[in-house]
């Protein structure tokens, strides 16, 4: 079974960055399509980024593109999420997934596993 561990969040000011880290206990990172989504209290999860297996391709929710970024290390075992000029609606827990199946189905918001999710809360 594979688990999912992500971390890198926090409390930071309007205009700061973070940068989010997921890796599979349990399994390769390589092995997996990965995604990052977002759920804000009151509102439904949201997606916000996936990555191809190589790292080749990424997509973004058009309003983050630009401000995050996703990249994987399969070497490290590990993928990310950088975000800067954070807003405070950005606010939100934050969800490393992966899909057996490639980007496509993240893209749809499904994904085969998903992490506990890290808190990224972001001050005016």
């Known amino acids: 079974q594979v688990q999912l561990v992500e971390s890198g969040g926090g409390l930071v000011q309007a205009g700061d960055s973070l ?18 989504f977002r759920q804000a209290p009151g509102k439904e999860r949201e997606f916000v980024a996936a990555i191809s297996w190589s790292g080749g391709a990424t997509y973004y929710t058009a309003s983050m593109k630009g401000r995050f970024t996703a990249s994987r290390d399969n070497a490290k075992n590990t993928v990310y999420l950088q975000m800067n000029n954070l807003k405070p609606e950005d606010t939100a827990v934050y969800y490393c997934a992966a899909s057996i199946t490639g980007t496509a ?17 972001v001050s005016s």
Do not use: E, F, I, N
């Not at 940068?19 to 990052?36: D, E, F, H, I, Q």
């Not at 189905?105 to 809360?121: A, E, N």
């Open 105 to 121: 189905p993240l893209r749809r918001g499904v994904s085969d596993y998903w992490g506990q999710g890290t808190q990224v809360t």
């Open 19 to 36: 940068r989010l880290s997921c890796s599979p206990s349990g399994g390769t990172v390589s092995s997996y399509a990965m995604g990052w």
